[in-house]
């Protein structure tokens, strides 16, 4: 089992940067795929980023390329994701979960969640 907690959301003005952390527990974090998902309020939940379990091979939607970042570092069992140049359409529970395999790209495929941070963005 891996149980995971999402940090550092916030309310910030567009254009500000976010760097959300999740911090897991539980033996197997370096052998899952890790990702970030969000979901607004009315709106589905939607894939973000995600990082192979290696750290070597990245996978991002195209609302947010080249603006947001993620990384890990499977010593600390965490996983991050950095947000620059944020825009109000950001605004969401971000939840960070981790599943088996490569690529995984949908809500199905991740076995483990966190229970989510909110990041709002104001115009």
């Known amino acids: 089992q891996v149980r995971m907690v999402e940090s550092g959301g916030g309310l910030v003005q567009a254009g500000d940067s976010l760097r959300l952390s999740c911090a897991a527990s539980?033996?197997?974090?370096?052998?899952?795929?890790m990702a970030w998902f969000r979901q607004a309020p009315g709106k589905e939940r939607e894939f973000v980023a995600a990082?192979?379990?290696?750290?070597?091979?990245?996978s991002y939607a195209d609302s947010v390329k080249g603006r947001f970042t993620i990384s890990r570092d499977n010593a600390e069992n965490a996983e991050y994701l950095q947000m620059n140049s944020l825009k109000p359409e950001d605004t969401a529970v971000y939840y960070c979960?981790?599943?088996?395999?490569?690529?995984?790209?949908?809500?199905?495929?991740?076995?483990?969640w966190g229970q989510g941070t909110q990041v709002t963005v104001s115009s």
């Open positions: 979960a981790g599943g088996m395999g490569w690529p995984l790209l949908r809500r199905y495929q991740y076995a483990y």
């Open positions: 990082i192979r379990w290696s750290g070597d091979a990245y």
């Open positions: 539980g033996r197997s974090f370096s052998t899952l795929t």
